[in-house]
């Protein structure tokens, strides 16, 4: 037994007795896959700018950001009653509760929940009694910076009740349980007042729509329903029982965990998907124009997850917004790498070029057709797009065999994810031109993929026994742009994404195995797996250190495929360690533990996660 298995194995039963939690700085995401909230109390993200709560609320689409802030505060005759501490977290997987305190006495704690409708539930339980709540949302004057959605309106209805409107025709009603005053601070900022009713607790419902009269009308109705906190509590208790939970019948604290942990994540990926638009980030850190940036890969990766995990609508949504005519292609057949929110490819915005070669997006797509198909019968595409996918990949065979690009490492070079998963993708539109009576395609695409196949071993590096992708460029050119050209001193990267091609569908092989030996022996820290390892001093090399969190699920994935249920649960305990303080995955975890990446979450982590809990179950 190495010691890395004797670490993990021991790493394990810490974990299982002392119960480790992850308190990295971070978000919640709520909401019901129409509307979608991003949350945090957490100080070290509200100092930054001052604004906590909701801090971005999306409706429909990602091409608005309505609120900027959401808070409660507490009250008495001689004014404000300051707090001088606080928590945060989430009190069950769909409802955030932050608790303020003054001198170590709490004042108030404050819950956020999304209901089944269109809405939101502000619940605010004050600890004194002659003291009140006021309740304090902070909307965008200006939603989208490009200026074209403005907030145009917000008055007091007869009823009490408040109506905003924007240029958009978005519509908002809020509306409380207790008797308010409300008090308009500015047009964008609204106060409501408890002073009236001093009961210890008070709830505040945020109801979005598209239509302004039945809005009114559906604010109206509900104001005299009773229970509503609780209804939205049932209807997230039978949804997550719908996907089922990887234990059901959970038998121990362990298990317990890994059901809550699960829950938390799989629900932010569902929120985090609006009508098949998934951001890789949401929380303000990967942006074009200001808005959250589409991704495909991304977007993809997320399809599989909530397949895997027992949620297929709402994986077909993701799989028909990228099969819609408003994306554009680069050339007939490719994706570019990312598309504002407005699903427009542009040269701008944080991150990663749009137009950087990502051919691998394909090789997903035309598998969730496939996968999506077999499960349920139904082909969510015309065949003309999976052959227009498959004709690309076929035609981007060079002379090496092998297809050239930049892939989840998104830096240019022969890499073997890539490789693996255009063949699975091949294998699978081979599998339709079969089924649809295109021999002539089926022969083309059945070539492709073996001649991919046999090239492959030229990326298996004998001396460490791991495949690595190939490169001829440290670095990229002014502008962030990939380098094409073949040429120069040949050089590698022991990539560690890799095992995502069997988990896409390529056949697993020896040198996968080895592989991934070689990733648990040099590329794991503590069971969190690196990227990659460059070989180099490049900017690449730094990033590539990292223990990302998406990569580690796919290891734990891999894992139980290997039949090594404990270094599985090694990669899931050191997720479960590194979340944020809403139990929440970000992107990465800096190779120094010093601090986790600005992206937590990051929409892809939540979704690898919960799909390599539910995979992790099938061996318990």
Known sequence: MNWKFRFSFAFALLFFNGLIAGNWPGHAILGNGRLCGVYSDDPRITSKDGFGGIRHLYFNDFTADYIRSSKFEIYNDLGKIPTDSSSTTLADFYTVNSSFFRDGEPIFSGFVRAGSYNGLIFQCNNSGRESWPVFTINFNAVASPDGKVKLTEVRALKNGNLFVSWSNNVFFVLYSNAAVDIYKKSNSVV?????????????????????????????????????????????????????????PKAKDSVQQLYNEYY?????????????????????????????????????????????????????????????????????????????????QAVDAGSGVR????????????????????????????????????ADFLTGSIDSQGLLYEGGIVEWTGYLPATNMIASAGLMSAAEFADKFDRPEL??????????????????????????AARRYWTDKSEGFLNIFRIKGKLVYLWDATTVYGVLWGYPDHDLMRLSYDFTWENLTDRAGVMNF??????????????????????????????????????HINWMIANSNIYGLMPERILSDYSQCSDTSPYTWSCAEFAASVKLYAKTW
Request: aromatic share 14%; proline share 4%.
């Open 354 to 389: 749009f137009d950087q070669p990502e051919w691998d997006a394909g090789g997903y797509l035309i598998c969730l057709l496939h996968d999506y198909y077999l499960k349920f019968g139904s082909l969510l595409a015309d065949t003309s797009l999976v052959y227009d996918l």
């Open 263 to 343: 829950s938390r994540n799989i629900y932010a990926t569902f929120c985090s998907n609006l009508y098949g638009q998934v951001p890789a980030d949401i929380t303000g850190q990967l942006i074009t124009g200001g808005l959250p940036q589409l991704f495909p890969r991304n977007a993809m990766m997320v399809a599989r997850s909530l397949l895997a995990c027992g949620y297929p609508e709402s994986a077909s949504q993701i799989i028909r917004f990228w099969t819609s005519q408003q994306i554009p292609f680069k050339k007939r057949g490719e994706f570019y790498a990312r598309y504002n929110a407005q699903c």
């Open 533 to 570: 390892e460059a070989g180099d001093k490049s900017s690449l090399a730094a990033y590539g250190s990292d223990l990302f969190i998406y990569t580690t699920a796919a290891h734990a994935e891999y894992a139980v495929k290997q039949h090594l249920p404990v270094r599985a649960a090694g």
């Open 191 to 247: 106060e409501l007042h408890f002073s009236q009713n001093k009961a210890p607790q008070v709830e505040v419902f945020l109801l979005v729509g598209n239509n302004e009269k039945k809005l009114i009308e559906r604010a109206d109705s509900l104001n005299h329903t009773n229970g509503l906190w609780a209804d939205a509590g049932k209807f997230w208790e039978a949804w997550i029982g719908k996907g089922q939970l990887p234990y």
């Open 442 to 467: 089926h022969l083309k695409y059945t070539n492709a993929w073996k001649t991919i196949s046999a090239h492959l071993p030229s990326l298996f590096d004998t001396t460490r026994q791991s495949y």
